[in-house]
């Protein structure tokens, strides 16, 4: 378990320093969007809370700087104002991360992994893990929309073979499975309690929605026609003007993107991206479809037919490898459509772990028995309609941060955010 634990907080830590050690001094401090942090404030943050809950929480440590836990707590100033803070300098925001990385590990060696409950499997030091990763994903969005030379690269993913061949949707027929987890000891809260949950029969797409199938939406005046918005979601269509995804411009006739400072064209074969939940659910109802509830997505995904137990993800309950999904920033875009068979779902359903997070058509609410652990502000001070629940992960998200139980939940005006999603429809629809 501590060989487990260091190596993730590792991963981490090099993440974080590929992302802040590629721009200078003054992109990080500088605010790319009022949506975002400045670079630098997550980087401080991130050794803040991670001074919080294992050096003080869990080690019983003195506050190593008192002074800056209000600067870092992020409930007390919204992104907008944060750039008015004054943040530590990055030179001394990396030395602060730095020092508290390397007392962590100290605590590390002498901890017991048991006896309480942040303690035990390593809770306390997993949380931290995936809290990292988690602002780096962040941290991604903000380079996305940092203007300037590009800054990160990576290669494409692999191309899949025969996805031409599968079928557009699969039948996921009708009957309980147990949802969320009792189990999974890195789990957050409103992934807990596991439960029963009776889902009616559906069809749902074997592949995320791609840009091909999203440019025909364009095509056919889908920004234009109210009747396949809701009026909250067309309200907000004409508010923002919107009329592509965010970061499309379309140009002489041909649509391109802008991609980490990079402007290509759209591929027509990759999972479309950018899209708010408003968007997502015009596309389905013009498409004579639907979003899937969280709980449909949650059964394709995990419900294993012949066994009738819940597994940890879609392939099973190894964990993800390169093979099974498109995670931790290996890629920076999704991958085509259809890639990943070894990452199917025991239904056929591909790609539900990776490359982009999948809108839902369900509210943020807390599970059945759910309690507030380890504190309120993580999932309970968002419960409610305001909010959209994501499924899936991203490949901007790192494996530690990633189940086939994890909950993501966003505003549904949300764009920068690297969501996409896929249709469903009820099995007796014709």
């Given at each position: 378990?501590?060989?487990l634990?260091a190596d993730?907080?590792?991963a981490?830590r ?6 802040t050690?590629c721009?200078?001094d ?6 790319h969007?009022?949506?975002m942090?400045?670079?630098v ?21 003195d506050?190593m ?5 209000p600067?870092y ?5 919204p992104?907008?104002?944060r750039?008015?803070l ?6 001394e925001a990396r ?7 390397g007392?962590?590990?100290?605590l590390?060696?002498?901890?017991p992994l048991e006896?309480?409950l942040?303690?035990?499997?390593g ?7 995936q809290?990292e990763q988690?602002?780096d994903?962040?941290?991604?969005i903000?380079?996305q ?15 899949p073979a025969?996805?031409e061949l599968l ?13 969320g987890?009792?189990?999974e000891p890195w789990a ?7 439960h029963?949950v009776d ?9 995320p929605?791609?840009?091909?199938d999203?440019?025909r939406?364009?095509a056919?005046?889908?920004y234009h ?9 067309w ?10 995804p965010?970061?499309?411009t379309?140009?002489?006739g041909?649509?391109?993107r802008r ?19 408003y ?7 013009w498409?004579?479809r ?8 949650e ?11 819940s597994?940890?993800f879609?392939?099973?309950d190894a964990?993800?490898?390169p ?5 931790g920033q290996?890629h920076l ?14 239904y056929?359903?591909?790609q ?6 999948e809108?839902?058509?369900?509210d ?20 409610g309609?305001e909010y ?6 991203s490949f901007?998200?790192?494996p530690v941060?990633c189940r ?16 996409g999603?896929r249709?469903?429809r009820?099995a007796?629809?014709?």
């Amino acid at each position: 378990m501590r060989e487990l634990i260091a190596d993730q907080l590792i991963a981490a830590r090099e993440r974080t320093a590929r992302l802040t050690d590629c721009v200078e001094d003054h992109d990080l401090t500088a605010q790319h969007s009022p949506l975002m942090s400045p670079l630098v404030w997550d980087l401080a943050h991130i050794g803040n809370q991670e001074e919080l809950w294992l050096l003080r929480n869990v080690g019983g440590r003195d506050p190593m700087h008192p002074e800056i836990d209000p600067l870092y707590d992020a409930f007390e100033h919204p992104r907008s104002e944060r750039p008015t803070l004054p943040l530590l300098p990055p030179a001394e925001a990396r030395a602060y991360a730095h020092e508290v990385r390397g007392r962590v590990l100290d605590l590390l060696a002498a901890s017991p992994l048991e006896g309480t409950l942040l303690l035990d499997d390593g809770f306390a030091f997993g949380l931290i893990a995936q809290h990292e990763q988690q602002h780096d994903e962040t941290m991604l969005i903000t380079h996305q929309l940092r203007r300037g030379p590009v800054a990160l690269t990576a290669p494409p993913p692999p191309a899949p073979a025969g996805a031409e061949l599968l079928p557009a949707e699969v039948l996921i027929p009708a009957g309980p499975f147990t949802m969320g987890t009792d189990t999974e000891p890195w789990a957050l809260d409103n992934e807990r309690p596991a439960h029963q949950v009776d889902v009616p029969a559906f069809r749902l797409d074997t592949t995320p929605v791609s840009n091909g199938d999203y440019l025909r939406f364009i095509a056919d005046g889908g920004y234009h026609e109210p009747r396949w918005w809701t009026p909250e979601g067309w309200e907000h269509r004409q508010r923002a003007d919107l009329s592509a995804p965010l970061f499309w411009t379309s140009e002489g006739g041909q649509w391109l993107r802008r991609r980490f400072g990079a402007v290509e064209p759209v591929p027509p074969d990759e999972p479309v991206l950018h899209v708010s939940w408003y968007e997502a659910d015009a596309y389905a109802r013009w498409a004579g479809r639907r979003l899937p509830t969280e709980a449909e997505w949650e059964k394709a995904a995990r419900h294993d037919p012949a066994t009738g137990r819940s597994r940890r993800f879609p392939w099973g309950d190894a964990s993800p490898g390169p093979e099974h999904a498109n995670l931790g920033q290996r890629h920076l875009q999704p991958a085509p459509v259809g890639s990943y068979p070894e990452g199917g779902s025991a239904y056929g359903v591909r790609q539900l772990m990776g490359d982009v997070w999948e809108w839902t058509a369900s509210d943020f609410l807390p599970y059945p028995g759910f309690r507030a652990w380890p504190y309120k502000e993580y999932s309970e001070v968002f419960f409610g309609p305001e909010y959209k629940v994501l499924r899936g992960g991203s490949f901007a998200v790192a494996p530690v941060a990633c189940r086939g139980t994890f909950r993501n939940w966003d505003y549904p005006i949300r764009r920068q955010i690297f969501a996409g999603f896929r249709t469903a429809r009820s099995a007796e629809d014709a």
